[in-house]
């Protein structure tokens, strides 16, 4: 009877993601735990994962520099690609964001 050699246990380098520690890691949280070389690593690998991550990814950075930087006359190009986007939680938060704008320019 021969003995099968079992690979050795070892404890992870980090914490696996998920979507919580993923949403801080875009984010840009300092509080995300890596650093920020690591950090630019994993979004570049997200990123790659499938398009639609991709988009997403995109979206809520630019979104996130956006209000970081106050650059409001931006916002409506923004809004434009969000709305037109294929990621629905994106489309729903541009159409209810220019239904606010459009309503107050009326006023």
């Known amino acids: 009877m021969s003995t099968v050699r079992l690979p050795k246990i070892v404890k992870p380098s980090r914490k696996p993601l998920t979507p919580y520690s993923v949403t801080w890691l875009i984010l840009g949280s300092s509080d995300s735990g890596v650093s920020e070389s690591e950090r630019e690593e994993l979004v570049v690998s997200?990123?790659?994962?499938?398009?639609?991550?991709?988009?997403?990814?995109?979206?809520?950075e630019n979104f996130i520099s956006l209000i970081r930087q106050r650059q409001q006359e931006e916002l409506d190009t923004w809004l434009t690609v969000a709305y037109n986007s294929i990621l629905s939680p994106f489309h729903r938060f541009a159409k209810a964001c220019l239904k606010i704008t459009t309503r107050s320019k009326l006023l």
């Open 46 to 60: 997200l990123k790659a994962q499938s398009p639609s991550l991709r988009e997403g990814i995109e979206l809520a």
